[in-house]
């Protein structure tokens, strides 16, 4: 089984707006990067669609990390997702569950793999969390400047 570890983030301009995410797939000494983003999003899903976007990229059962400074992603996948589960997606306000779309399309993809959620504190000087973080930024400028001009 391979062991693999992906770092990722995701950044929004306005809540919602134009939004971007970067993730970082390193095997041994190889490294990957992927970004990408939507016109019209928010934070927390781009968080999300960075780790789907990762994890959709590793075809076989392997052995990953997933490191995030996400605490809507690591706590959702580790402690909220039983109990969204359990309540027919609603959360403890009794309302539903945001981005339910791209949680059960997390809970898909997670299940070929063995997965550890770990949480980072951002911003704080972590190499893959900072470029990851840099990836989401500059996805978002590219569609900030993209809305500006079809205006």
């Given at each position: 089984?391979?062991?693999?570890?992906?770092?990722?983030?995701?950044?929004?301009?306005?809540?919602?707006?134009?939004?971007?995410?970067?993730?970082?797939?390193?095997?041994?000494d190889?490294?990957?990067?992927?970004?990408?983003?939507?016109?019209?999003?928010?934070?927390?899903r781009?968080?999300?669609?960075?780790?789907?976007?990762?994890?959709?990229?590793?075809?076989?059962?392997?052995?990953?990390?997933?490191?995030?400074?996400s605490?809507?992603?690591?706590?959702?996948?580790?402690?909220w997702?039983?109990?969204?589960?359990?309540?027919?997606?609603?959360?403890?306000?009794?309302e539903?569950?945001?981005?339910?779309?791209?949680?059960?399309?997390?809970?898909?993809?997670s299940?070929?793999?063995?997965?550890?959620?770990?949480?980072?504190?951002?911003?704080?000087?972590?190499?893959?969390?900072?470029?990851?973080?840099?990836?989401?930024r500059?996805y978002?400028?590219?569609?900030?400047?993209?809305?500006?001009?079809?205006?």
């Amino acid at each position: 089984m391979e062991n693999i570890t992906i770092y990722c983030d995701g950044a929004c301009s306005g809540n919602p707006g134009p939004g971007g995410f970067g993730c970082i797939i390193k095997k041994g000494d190889k490294e990957e990067e992927f970004s990408g983003g939507e016109l019209l999003t928010t934070n927390n899903r781009m968080e999300l669609l960075s780790a789907i976007t990762a994890l959709g990229k590793i075809p076989r059962h392997s052995k990953i990390t997933v490191v995030s400074d996400s605490q809507y992603l690591v706590k959702g996948m580790t402690e909220w997702i039983s109990g969204w589960k359990m309540k027919g997606w609603v959360n403890s306000k009794k309302e539903p569950v945001k981005n339910k779309d791209l949680w059960l399309k997390l809970i898909n993809l997670s299940k070929k793999h063995s997965i550890k959620w770990e949480w980072v504190r951002g911003h704080e000087g972590h190499k893959e969390n900072e470029r990851c973080d840099y990836l989401a930024r500059m996805y978002t400028k590219k569609l900030s400047s993209y809305k500006k001009n079809k205006t």
